[in-house]
């Protein structure tokens, strides 16, 4: 499974509404598809799970959605932006075999 | 506390090797699969190698199958990357990963430089 992100960057302002996209080649399975937030000097930080879980401690102003029943259109909201959330964001394929992780390329969220 | 903390990076000659190390605490090494993922300069996430809890299974991607080994150490709640024949485009900073099955806990990482 490969996976696409769109936009590349999205310029924003806090306090605006962040909407992240992630495609899928083929149908994720179970819903295997996770958003993490990674920003510099830091390791990656699982946000969403299971495409709409959020994990433990991760705001409710993230909220992951799917599009449609192929599994194949993934979301990233981000209802309404932090200084702290200005970051890269990837979704990921889990679950796989032998690639037990598949990675989007990112998508930037830096201010405007 | 769950706490993933890798050790074992730093420069090193094209084709030399190096020995990574991830040693864990905060929760029960033994019944978790565990993955590295890598990150080079400038570029996004990869997925090297996975490894199941007891180390029947095994999986390494196609950029370092044959080159790199993946083990653990359940009595030592530890994992290991082995990796041999390095190259420049192995220099990346790597992560030690937990599968629960999403990636949930990560190392703050290790960085490796591949340069003569």
């Known amino acids: 499974i490969a996976l696409t992100q769109s936009p590349g960057t999205l310029s924003l302002s806090p306090g605006e509404r962040a909407t992240l996209f992630c495609r899928a080649s083929?149908?994720?399975?179970?819903?295997?598809l996770a958003w993490y937030q990674h920003k510099p000097g830091q390791s990656p930080r699982l946000l969403i799970f299971?495409?709409?879980?959020?994990?433990t401690g991760i705001p409710d102003r993230f909220s992951g959605s799917v599009s449609g029943t192929d599994f194949t259109r993934f979301t990233l909201t981000i209802s309404r932006l932090e200084p702290e959330d200005f970051a890269l964001y990837y979704c990921?394929?889990?679950?796989?075999?032998?690639?037990?992780?598949?990675f989007g390329p990112g998508t930037r969220v830096d201010f405007k | 506390e769950v706490q993933l903390v890798e050790s074992g990076g730093g420069l090193v000659q094209p084709g030399g090797s190096l020995r990574l190390s991830c040693v864990t605490s905060?929760?029960?090494?033994?019944?978790?699969?565990m993955n590295w993922v890598r990150q080079a300069p400038g570029k996004g996430l990869e997925w090297l190698s996975y490894?199941?809890?007891?180390?029947?299974?095994?999986y390494y991607a196609d950029s370092v199958q044959g080159r790199f080994t993946i083990s653990r150490d359940n009595a030592k709640n530890s994992l290991y990357l082995q990796m041999s024949s390095l190259r420049a485009d192995d220099t990346a900073m790597y992560y030690c990963v937990r599968e629960v099955p999403q990636a949930d806990y990560w190392g703050q990482g290790t960085l490796v430089t591949v340069s003569s």
């Open positions: 083929q149908s994720v399975g179970s819903g295997y």
């Open positions: 490894i199941s809890s007891g180390s029947e299974t095994i």
């Open positions: 299971g495409a709409s879980n959020r994990a």
């Open positions: 990921q394929h889990y679950g796989g075999s032998p690639s037990r992780f598949t």
């Open positions: 905060g929760f029960t090494f033994s019944r978790n699969d």
